[in-house]
């Protein structure tokens, strides 16, 4: 099937713990997207890149990590610098930057 | 700045009743897309409108850009069209990012 695949689904670590979270697309899309979402909130953009090797600051990256190394894959590390991780992580691609994005089915994280 | 405002924040609607959600921007858009997020969270997409207007089955969107404004239409609600809708735009003039507004909170009782 094509799309756009997170996992794990639930993910529980340890305060103080990196994390890395999995984003894989098989759509030949070149941008992708991490984004945000706490209870009750909309969604803030972490990072986005527009095409392989590259990648830039969404408005809260503060925290966070990412690599795009391959076309298909984009994964975001939460790192212990982030202060407040227990969030609802979404992940995005589109063909290129200003086409239509889709979503996958997110990552619960819980930090305790 | 850059701002995307949705209206209202929140809606309460009886089985079959009609309503307008709405999506203000403050510059011009590359791409502007209404998604729906269901209860697992997902988000599934409705419109991709930057302009113009689209209809899907009981859904439909308009996107007015030279005055920056985006409408979703939802008519004969169902319990199902239950959740929150969210509108995101792409802006021209270089920001290659993907903004959420708020989101409107809709809930339809039988």
């Known amino acids: 099937d094509g799309g756009i695949t997170q996992s794990p689904k639930y993910l529980f670590r340890k305060e103080g713990q990196n994390v890395t979270l999995s984003c894989e697309q098989n759509?030949?899309?070149?941008?992708m997207y991490w984004y945000r979402q706490d209870p009750g909130q909309g969604l803030r953009l972490i990072y986005y890149?527009?095409?392989?090797?590259?990648?830039q600051k969404g408005d809260i990256a503060e925290g966070y990590s990412v690599s795009r190394e391959k076309k298909e894959s984009f994964p975001l590390t939460v790192t212990s610098a982030q202060k407040n991780p227990t969030a609802f992580y979404l992940c995005?691609?589109?063909?290129?930057?200003?086409?239509?994005?889709?979503f996958g089915q997110g990552t619960r994280l819980t930090v305790v | 700045g850059i701002q995307v405002e949705q209206s209202p924040p929140d809606l309460i609607l009886q089985e079959g009743a009609n309503s307008t959600l709405r999506c203000n921007f403050s510059?011009?858009?590359?791409?502007l897309q209404w998604f729906h997020q269901n209860p697992w969270g997902q988000l599934i997409n409705l419109f991709y409108?930057?302009?113009g207007t689209k209809q899907n089955g009981r859904l439909s969107a308009t996107t007015v850009a030279t005055e920056r404004y985006s409408l979703l239409y939802i008519s004969s609600s169902q319990t199902t069209d239950s959740g929150v809708y969210f509108c995101?735009?792409?802006?021209?003039?270089?920001?290659?990012?993907?903004?959420f507004g708020a989101g409107t909170r809709l809930a339809v009782h039988p």
């Open positions: 995005a691609s589109s063909i290129r930057a200003g086409a239509e994005a889709f």
């Open positions: 759509l030949n899309h070149d941008a």
């Open positions: 890149s527009q095409i392989v090797n590259d990648f």
């Open positions: 510059d011009s858009v590359n791409n």
């Open positions: 409108i930057p302009s």
């Open positions: 995101a735009v792409q802006f021209s003039g270089g920001y290659n990012k993907l903004i």
